[in-house]
């Protein structure tokens, strides 16, 4: 969903989101979203109550992308899975994910395997997912 086509696809699915009733999981693996793509499915995810698994692994998402998503799940509190594994997702995008994760208590699954995250990161971010589980439990 890279170009300019799978932009438009990619709002079309963001619109989809902003007025489903009933989809819950949605899997993207591999599908290209790009920064316009995964802005409009960050703004989308916003105000969507009943999405509760979103796979974006493998979408080339990067550091600017990470921060749209980490935006909405500040305010998101459906979903509890979230698949960013395999992407391009640095320290800086990280980060962005880490400080939405103080204030999103109900994320409890979440990969951010296979990117440019240094471990010290990769722990802060577990240990916050680990919180989560304890609350939802």
Do not use: W
């Not at 921060?67 to 500040?74: I, M, N, S, V, W």
């Not at 010290?120 to 989560?132: G, S, Y």
């Amino acid at each position: 969903m890279g170009g300019p086509r799978q932009n438009s696809r990619a709002q079309h699915l963001a619109d989809a989101l902003r007025k489903n009733t009933t989809l819950t999981r949605l899997c993207l693996y591999k599908n290209q979203i790009g920064e316009k793509g995964a802005q409009d499915l960050a703004d989308a995810l916003r105000n969507n109550t009943t999405l509760t698994t979103l796979n974006l692994g493998g979408n080339q998402i990067g550091n600017k992308e990470a921060q749209h998503l980490a935006d909405a799940l500040r305010n998101n509190t459906t979903l509890t899975t979230l698949n960013l594994g395999g992407n391009q997702i640095g320290e800086k995008g990280a980060q962005h994910l880490a400080d939405a994760l103080r204030n999103n208590t109900t994320l409890t699954t979440f990969s951010l395997k296979y990117n440019e995250i240094e471990d010290n990161l990769k722990r802060r971010v577990q240990e916050l997912i680990e919180r989560n589980n304890r609350l939802a439990n």
